[in-house]
């Protein structure tokens, strides 16, 4: 399971360690953040009319995960594969927190949901996930840029004031559920070979 | 099932009326709005509706400014609930978490402004039907009440008393029993009939249970439409003209 910001690098260095596993002849699942089709229409819509509260907003991605740990994270756990997820509940904690939602009340959300073995943060300064975005002419999104909190109305200040309040968020994380810390502003092959050391002690430990 | 701590506990059990349960809503003031939640709860088909058609009337006649609002009707979530319902892909807790999203919808966008208003909100259903589901559905009592903590808990809470066979007899006549409402969802067999007894029977067991909890006023379901509204009526005047009282001397 990997944690980070927009631009943090961790989808790159998530698709590269499910290739060194996959090489290796691990059977590997991947699932990504807010991907169920159950809530896309309500997401779509509420994102199009910018009708989404910091609550509602938090609901439907409880409900986007229950409804994926479901059906695409708890069978490939049970057929004995590995799932890796890109963004966990974690996202929630950090995300739906700096909007405004209560912090004890979205972690009892979440209670349901299952502990992964390896969470892993890739830590990134704010100015150089911005570049990596800005690089790759990604145009900032409205809730992405946490424009719907009225910080401000340029959208690249928006994104700073709302990802610093998300990284202050992940730090508290990172403390209270033990994540794992890779730094990612160095190279992604460092970066790779720190996140393959982690997993490969995971897995050569004998599985109870 | 674990009872539920009281520090818990809702309406009359710990929480003011007007204010929230638990956790939630930090970023939304709601202290000291003028308004009013009137909530009526009560099984599929017992006459929720009817009554709250009547009791608007008679508060509006009276001067009251009064707004509805009704489980799984707001816009943002209403199409995907109805989308979901009919795809067969809901587990329980997709089914709990979409009837809350749907929820916090209507209270930040309908209740709240009414409440600040001095609105009259007249709710069809409370989070109470969602606890009540999720409990016959076998989800967590505590989690499911620290879900709703976001919810503000309700100035009077009627609950319409009805047994399952008198339900099962009117709901019959009135159109004939739905997927949903007889709970064929828990696949506790094919005949719709036993279904709807068993699963009204045990939603109504979870009502039951709440009745304490969150002080529920009951209303005898059995009776005529023009009793029970007389019943209402007489209650709800009584407590508003206890709060129009207190607001005279306030001011």
Redesign the interface.
Known sequence: MVEGIDGSGKTTQLSLLAKWLTASGRRVFVTEWNSSA??K??TK??KKQN??????FS??H??DF??R??YKIVPPLKAGMIVLADRYAYTAFARDVA????R??VR??Y??AVKPDLSVYFRVPIDVSLDRLLARRVKLKFYEAGLDMGWSANATESFRIFQSKVLDEYDRIVDEYGLSVIDASRSITEQQRHLRDLAGALLETPQP | MNAPDPAERGAHGGVTPGHFF??????VSINDYPGKIIAIEGTDGVGRTTQIRLLREWLEVRGYGVVETGWTRS???A??IE??KSSN???K??FV??Y??DF??R???EIIPALKAGFIVLADRYIYTAIARAGVRGVDSQ?IR??Y??AIAPHLVFYLKIDADALARRVLQEGGMSYWESGMDMKSGDDIYDSFRTYQRSLLKEYAAMSDEFGFRLLEGRKSINAIQEELRRQVGEFLEGEDAAAVVRT
């Open positions: 159950l809530v229409a309500a819509a509420g009708a989404l509260t910091p609550m509602t609901l439907l409880a409900t229950a409804d740990l479901l909007r405004g939602v209560d004890q009340w009892d959300l209670s349901f | 638990g956790h939630g809503l930090p970023y816009p943002l979530m199409p995907t989308l979901a892909t809901l587990n807790l997709t978490l979409l809350a999203c916090a919808d209270l930040e966008k989690w620290r879900l903590g976001f």
